[in-house]
């Protein structure tokens, strides 16, 4: 069974900073590109940063410079470092493990709130 868990969000100011992780089980970890997407109330799920199985990373351009995306193949594990976080990332952040034209599973989410 495949399992995709996340965990760090929260409630935190503007400027502040969260680390998200998604533990993966059930699938071979190392060969699955891993993403993170975040869907903010009434918008459509939108690409945060995605990271391959070689490392290549790529991010959108509303979080460049302040997100960095990580992953750790021995602890089944992919990473989400925010940073200078803006009210406007608030939204329900969700893990997807994906191959390409193959299959792709998701988290449950984890809920990120920017507010003072």
């Known amino acids: 069974q495949v399992r995709l868990v996340e965990s760090g969000g929260g409630l935190v100011q503007p400027g502040g900073s969260l680390r998200l992780s998604c533990a993966a089980s059930g699938i071979i970890f190392s060969i699955y590109t891993m993403d993170w997407y975040r869907q903010a109330p009434g918008k459509q799920r939108e690409l945060v940063a995605s990271?391959?199985?070689?490392?290549?990373?790529n991010y959108a351009d509303f979080v460049k410079g302040r997100f960095t995306i990580s992953r750790d193949n021995a602890q089944n594990t992919v990473y989400l470092q925010m940073n200078s976080l803006k009210v406007e990332d608030t939204a329900v952040y969700y893990c997807?493990?994906?191959?390409?034209?193959?299959?792709?599973?998701w988290g449950q989410g984890t809920p990120v709130t920017v507010s003072s």
């Open positions: 990271i391959t199985p070689g490392e290549s990373i």
């Open positions: 997807n493990a994906l191959r390409p034209r193959v299959e792709n599973y």
